[in-house]
């Protein structure tokens, strides 16, 4: 069950990132109302964080959540923001998803 707390952190680390990027480009009350979404998001990210390394190693929980917030980032970078997607980018996300699943195959 703590895998699944700790996926659901990662997926709201992504969101935080996401409303930071979105603020980037807003202002006035639009701005505020993503830095809102980006607080609820880092909240609800942390404390799933937390409550996932009750019973996984800090080490492997908090490389996975960062993880999945580093590949989520990126691909919200790609499909949304319109960042580019070079070979080689494309290339390094993959080994870090390749990690990922290795990190989760040897712990517990």
């Known amino acids: ?15 935080f990132a996401f409303c ?3 603020a980037k480009f807003s202002s006035g009350n639009t701005a505020l109302w993503w830095l809102t979404g980006f607080l609820i998001s880092l909240i609800i990210s942390m404390a ?3 409550k996932a390394t009750q019973t996984l190693p800090i080490g492997t929980a908090y490389a996975v959540w960062t993880g999945i917030g ?4 990126v691909l919200l970078g790609i499909f949304i923001f319109k960042e580019p ?16 699943i290795g990190i989760k195959f040897v712990s517990d």
């Open 70 to 73: 580093a590949v989520g980032t």
């Open 48 to 50: 799933l964080l937390y």
């Open 85 to 100: 997607a070079n070979f080689w980018r494309l290339f390094f996300l993959t080994t870090l998803i390749i990690s990922l």
């Open 20 to 22: 930071l990027g979105k």
């Open 1 to 15: 069950m703590n895998w699944i707390f700790l996926i659901i952190a990662g997926l709201f680390e992504v969101a």
